[in-house]
């Protein structure tokens, strides 16, 4: 089945504890990207990647970092997690950008930082 | 100012209505326009896409763009309780960035 899976669903960790959210796709899409979903705000990127080794910014990268070093895989990190960091994290795909192609999402990853 | 706005709703019609569903944009060099459709505890899908300006029809929803007001609309005919759900614009001029709404609340009720 093609899906984007991520993990963990569900964490709450505290200020400064560092965390990834794995993200994995099994449909050999080459764009991914990550978004931050706030009641009032929407869904806002974070980060993308166009391919392999290609990383760039979205609207909100302050306090994340990610990695792209498989083509299937895309994890996000938070080296020093804050409150406002504090959201639910969508991982998503497409088989080559997010103009043209169908964006694939993930089921979400809920995030709470005391 | 947001480069995309969306009225929050919540939207509640009655069963059978046709259902309106509005972004306004800033960002004269967007050419990609979509909509996505998220139910409670789910990530969003796809529902529609549009390339520039114009109509695009699947079924019974119906896209259109307009670029000289910088408008997008989304028309739901003939609602159905499973309608209900979040629906997210997204819009994009090229490569990587899209830009989503805040996401309208729409409630079908039977």
């Known amino acids: 089945e093609a899906q984007v899976t991520q993990n963990p669903r569900y964490l709450i960790t505290v200020t400064g504890k560092k965390l990834t959210v794995t993200c994995s796709q099994n449909?050999?899409?080459?764009?991914m990207s990550w978004y931050r979903q706030d009641p009032g705000l929407g869904l806002r990127q974070i980060y993308y990647?166009?391919?392999?080794?290609?990383?760039d910014k979205g609207d909100v990268p302050e306090g994340y970092k990610v990695s792209r070093k498989e083509k299937r895989n895309f994890p996000l990190i938070l080296e020093s997690p804050s409150p406002n960091q504090t959201s639910l994290y969508f991982c998503?795909?497409?088989?080559?950008?997010?103009?043209?192609?169908?964006?694939?999402f993930g089921e979400g990853s809920r995030l709470t930082v005391l | 100012q947001k480069e995309v706005e969306q009225d929050p709703g919540p939207l509640s019609v009655p069963e059978g209505a046709i259902v309106s569903l509005n972004c306004t944009y800033s960002?004269?060099?967007?050419?990609?326009f979509m909509w996505y459709r998220q139910y409670s505890r789910k990530g969003p899908e796809l529902l529609m896409y549009?390339?520039?300006?114009g109509n695009k029809e699947d079924g019974r929803f119906t896209a259109q763009v307009d670029k000289s007001s910088k408008y997008i609309s989304l028309f739901i005919r003939d609602s159905q309780p499973s309608d209900s759900a979040t629906y997210l614009c997204?819009?994009?001029?090229?490569?990587?960035?899209?830009?989503f709404g805040q996401g309208t609340e729409l409630s079908v009720k039977p």
């Open positions: 998503a795909s497409s088989i080559r950008d997010s103009n043209t192609g169908e964006l694939f």
């Open positions: 449909m050999n899409h080459e764009y």
């Open positions: 990647s166009m391919n392999v080794e290609v990383t």
């Open positions: 960002n004269s060099a967007f050419q990609y």
């Open positions: 549009t390339y520039s300006s």
């Open positions: 997204a819009m994009s001029n090229q490569g990587g960035k899209l830009i």
